[in-house]
């Protein structure tokens, strides 16, 4: 298969290769043909909030991205106020309510900032939803075509978790800055002296949170509508402190540029961090995103810089001889990790380095995670506790516990 196959657009635009992809993101080889809903990758994150313009000048100088396009009030959209940010392969949209009637303004009441559609880029829009409602799915759009001078863009919905929809993206015909609507724009921001030209270069997955019992309704769901095989599941103590528990399983499309893990809460002694965001997102929704990066050290310093807040992680983790046993040799040594608090798992196909914001909105609901991939398909399995228990440490400050 050639390069131009394997990689889709935006991966070319941010003159991203194959083997880089298969180390950012786990790339793997795979045979679309025989799949009735196929899905080449990512096509964008977009995020309801309550401030678009301020949160795209924070995802600008806080993660790196850069502005492309926009759409509001001057482009005729009475509505809504919508910026596009890019970095790498990624692609964020943030969008706020400007007309106090807009269902955006009663969607951010309800839920707050955070993700409320994880647009994917599918070749068929028509194919992938008859298949999908053969399965029983919610079509909340038709398939239908936008069109202006750069071309035709065809787009679909369906439901998933909560009030999370899935966007069925197909650009091939279009080659304007982002939908019809939208016009290209850049920012006057401008980076510190010094700092890496970009901090991520795309999305590595996805994290769900649903309530107790739905865990394995979305699995099922995810195979058997959009076709996406089991990649790792996670109970019992490999996800539990002593205080509360979780339970997960992930699901990724054929070649696993999209992944996602789903959470729902366990019985433990206190509340777990999926009760906590359930309530104050008031139901299931997006967790968290990862964010691939090929220098977690230069990403991570930089975004301090800017005042981006981490979970810490005790000295305690660095000094276990049984980490130091397990992880080996990495590219970074343990002494410049353990400055930075990034936490390190390895498993049988390699290691990865990551590390979690703390949450980046009012509310304790979404947050990001950096993710550096040295051959590991894995999630940080083995950081989990040492993730948990930082995180129930912020819980108890906020007197969630």
């Known amino acids: 298969m050639s390069l131009e196959q394997v990689l889709n657009d935006e991966e070319r635009l941010a003159q991203l290769d194959v083997d880089q992809l298969r180390q950012l993101v786990g790339l793997v080889e795979y045979d679309a043909s025989g799949d009735p809903f196929p899905v080449t990758g990512w096509d964008a994150l977009v995020w309801v909030v309550g401030n678009a313009t301020q949160t795209a000048h924070f995802l600008q100088s806080a993660l790196g991205m850069e502005l492309v396009a926009y ?32 269902p955006l303004a009663d969607h951010h009441r309800e839920h707050g900032d955070g993700v409320a559609d994880i647009a994917l880029s599918v070749p068929d829009v028509d194919r992938c939803v008859a298949h999908a409602r053969a399965m029983g799915a919610t079509v909340l759009e038709e398939p239908h075509d936008l069109t202006d001078e750069h071309g035709t863009v065809r787009l679909a919905a369906i439901a998933t978790y909560g009030d999370t929809r899935h966007t069925l993206v197909d650009r091939s015909r279009y080659t304007g800055p982002h939908l019809p609507g939208y016009v290209a724009r850049t920012s006057s921001h401008q980076p ?11 999305i590595d997955h996805v994290v769900g949170n649903v309530e107790l019992g739905a865990m394995d309704r979305w699995v099922d769901f995810y195979n058997r509508v959009m076709g996406f095989t089991n990649m790792a599941e996670f109970v019992g103590e490999d996800i539990a402190t002593d205080y509360s528990a979780l339970m997960s399983k992930v699901v990724a499309n054929g ?42 050290i230069g990403t991570v310093d930089a975004m301090r810089a800017e005042g981006i807040e981490f979970l810490a992680t005790p000295d305690s983790y660095y000094s276990d001889p049984e980490l130091r046993a397990r992880i080996g040799t990495v590219r970074v040594p343990i002494e410049e990790l353990q400055r930075r608090g990034i936490l390190v798992d390895r498993d049988e196909d390699g290691y990865l380095l990551q590390i979690f914001t703390k949450p980046i909105g009012d509310r304790p609901t979404v947050f990001f995670e950096l993710i550096e991939r040295h051959g590991s398909l894995g999630f940080g399995k083995g950081n989990f506790k040492a993730l948990f228990e930082a995180i129930e440490r912020e819980q108890e400050r906020r007197g969630n516990s």
């Open 255 to 296: 070649n696993h540029r999209v992944k996602f893990p789903l959470n729902e809460p366990a019985v433990g002694k206190k509340r777990s961090q999926i009760d906590e965001f359930l309530d104050f997102h008031q139901g299931p929704g997006v967790q968290h995103v990862a964010l691939a990066t090929s220098d977690v």
């Open 71 to 102: 759409s509001g009030p001057e482009t005729g959209n009475r509505d809504s106020v919508s910026h596009v940010l890019r970095s790498g392969a990624a692609r964020f949209v943030v969008t706020g309510a400007c007309d106090p009637a807009s």
């Open 192 to 202: 510190r002296p010094g700092r890496p030209q970009r901090l991520f270069q795309a």
